[in-house]
């Protein structure tokens, strides 16, 4: 089983084991494609988890408000600004950057209090010029 959150709008199709494993056997580069696609799945996730050990708490923040405004086409080459809409509730994004929900509030309000961090309901908006590449340079 697999959980996974969206953050476009998309559908999700579940396809039976048999059926993909028909394709395979009838088709050795589908097989070789998926491999490919596990293998660099695999090493973007062992990135990803080098990189959060080796960042603070609002660095993984931004990150991820970065990760899901590329995804969502938010990320702008020349906006000085990134604005972004989280379809995530405060539990998942601090489930997601590792903390409890009452340290990534309190760090939250910190931001927002320094100015770094600006929120209207599920909207973040942030200079992009205290982050490079998600890392904080405050």
Known sequence: ???????????LAAIPADAVLDRIRANAEVGYFLAQCQTIDAVRIQSLLL???????EQCFFRL?????????????NDSTVVVTVPLSEMDIADL???NRCAFSRMKRTLIRTGAL?????????????????????
């Not at 600006?118 to 405050?138: E, L, M, P």
């Open 118 to 138: 600006h929120q209207a309901g599920n909207v973040f908006s942030f200079s992009r010029y205290q982050v490079d590449i998600g890392i904080c340079t405050w």
């Open 1 to 11: 089983l697999v959980s996974a959150t969206a953050v476009t709008n998309c559908k």
């Open 65 to 77: 408000l970065l990760e899901i405004a590329a995804a969502t086409n938010a990320l702008h080459a």
């Open 97 to 99: 950057i590792s903390m």
């Open 51 to 57: 990189q959060s050990r080796l960042l603070t708490t």
